[in-house]
T-cell receptor, first 113, second 115 residues
Framework: KAGVTQTPRYLIKTRGQQVTLSCSPI?????VSWYQQTPGQGLQFLFE???????NKGNFPGRFSGRQFSNSRSEMNVSTLELGDSALYLC????????????FGQGTRLTVV | QQQVKQSPQSLIVQKGGISIINCAYE??????FPWYQQFPGKGPALLIA?????SEKKEGRFTISFNKSAKQFSLHIMDSQPGDSATYFC??????????????FGQGTILTVHP
């Protein structure tokens, strides 16, 4: 069974640009959550999607957005990048997002210069 | 009230020793407590998880102990090996409208096992 796949693995962007990250969940999983990981703040929840609907959102500015497609694949977008957005972005896949096992991808390392 | 506090920040043990990492929470609505292991450059990997209806769960060398009244839970790694050297995160979640898909993580513990 294939795991959670995130693409790309690494990205370098300039301040002010926008970026789109992709996540393919485990087959059969309909919930995809996104997290930002930094040395200072640790793992912070961004948002969760289930059946193409955002059900939950963390405390991040509106520059951070996402969507989910009918095949459960998800994308997150960050617009008007800031230096502080440099982080490892992780997605987690679970069956229904309700206290079931969540499995993480390898992450996308975003560097904003 | 959403915080999960993890200690210690770093831990050094000798090969064959026992590694113990502790977490405490305040939100009594939490009812699922997983532990994750993360190696550099990788995503967190689910190690073991527990729910409040049991006080202990063991999988191989890894054991979770859960104390509901104290709102604390801990990870014990028996016979620690150099290959266990990684960062460990505790987490908590609850089923509910404001918690879909959300894990609240501790700050992490960097474990180093010396050969």
């Amino acid at each position: 069974k294939a795991g959670v796949t995130q693409t790309p693995r690494y990205l370098i962007k300039t301040r002010g640009q926008q970026v789109t990250l992709s996540c393919s969940p485990i087959s059969g999983h309909r919930s995809v959550s996104w997290y930002q990981q930094t040395p200072g703040q640790g793992l912070q929840f961004l948002f969760e999607y289930f059946s193409e609907t955002q059900r939950n959102k963390g405390n991040f500015p509106g520059r951070f957005s996402g969507r989910q497609f009918s095949n459960s694949r998800s994308e997150m977008n960050v617009s008007t990048l800031e230096l502080g957005d440099s982080a490892l972005y992780l997605c987690a896949s679970s069956f229904d997002g309700m206290n079931t096992e969540a499995f993480f991808g390898q992450g996308t390392r975003l560097t904003v210069v | 009230q959403q915080q999960v506090k993890q200690s210690p920040q770093s831990l050094i043990v000798q090969k064959g020793g026992i590694s113990i990492i502790n977490c405490a929470y305040e939100n009594t609505a939490f009812d699922y407590f997983p532990w994750y292991q993360q190696f550099p450059g990788k995503g967190p990997a689910l190690l073991i998880a527990i729910r409040p209806d049991v006080s202990e769960k063991k999988e191989g060398r890894f054991t979770i102990s859960f104390n509901k009244s104290a709102k604390q839970f801990s990870l014990h790694i028996m016979d620690s090996q150099p290959g266990d050297s990684a960062t460990y995160f505790c987490a908590a979640s609850y089923a509910g409208g404001t918690s879909y898909g959300k894990l609240t993580f501790g700050q992490g513990t960097i474990l180093t096992v010396h050969p």
